[in-house]
C-alpha cells in the first residue's frame, strides 16, 4: 500500500489520538506533562528517542514544522540506527500538542510512531528555534 492510499484509508478524523497507538513510555509521559500542567506549567527539556516509521517519511521536517507552530525550541536529527533522537524544550502543554500534532499527522498516513526513550534534561538558556540536525 503507497503512502496515498494509507492516508486515504486510515480512517482518522482529526479528533483525539487513540492511546493504545502510543507506546507506554509515551503514554507515561504524557500522564506526567499533564500532571505538571496543574503544578504551574514551567518549561522543561525533554530528550526523545523514537523508533518505528521515522526515517524516510519527513519525520524531522514535521517535527520541526509542529515545533515551531507550538513555540517549542530544541532539535531533531536522525541515528544510524533508524531511530530518531529529539529534544524538546517548552511547556508541558506545549510538548503534548507537539506529541499529539506528529501523532495526527503519520498515524492518519498509517505509520507507526513509539516513543521509545525519554527522559527530562536541564533548560537550555537562550534557545531561539527548533532545528533540524544532521
Request: glycine content about 14%.
Amino acid at each position: 500500500m503507497g503512502f496515498f492510499d494509507r492516508f486515504r484509508t486510515s480512517g482518522n478524523s482529526g479528533g483525539p489520538i487513540d492511546p493504545t497507538l502510543r507506546s507506554p513510555c509515551e503514554r507515561d509521559l504524557i500522564r506526567r506533562l499533564q500532571e505538571r500542567l496543574n503544578e504551574g506549567n514551567a518549561p522543561l527539556r525533554l530528550s526523545l528517542l523514537f523508533k518505528g516509521t521515522v526515517q524516510g517519511v519527513g519525520f524531522r521536517w514535521t517535527n520541526q514544522g509542529v515545533a515551531n507552530k507550538q513555540g517549542l525550541t530544541g532539535w531533531v536529527k536522525n541515528l544510524s540506527s533508524g531511530r530518531v533522537e529529539l529534544e524538546v524544550q517548552g511547556t508541558p502543554a506545549a510538548i503534548i500538542k507537539h506529541l499529539d500534532g506528529v501523532h495526527g499527522y503519520y498515524n492518519h498516513a498509517g505509520y507507526e510512531i513509539l516513543l521509545e526513550q525519554e527522559r527530562e534534561l536541564p533548560l537550555v538558556e537562550g534557545e531561539d528555534g527548533f532545528d533540524v540536525r544532521f
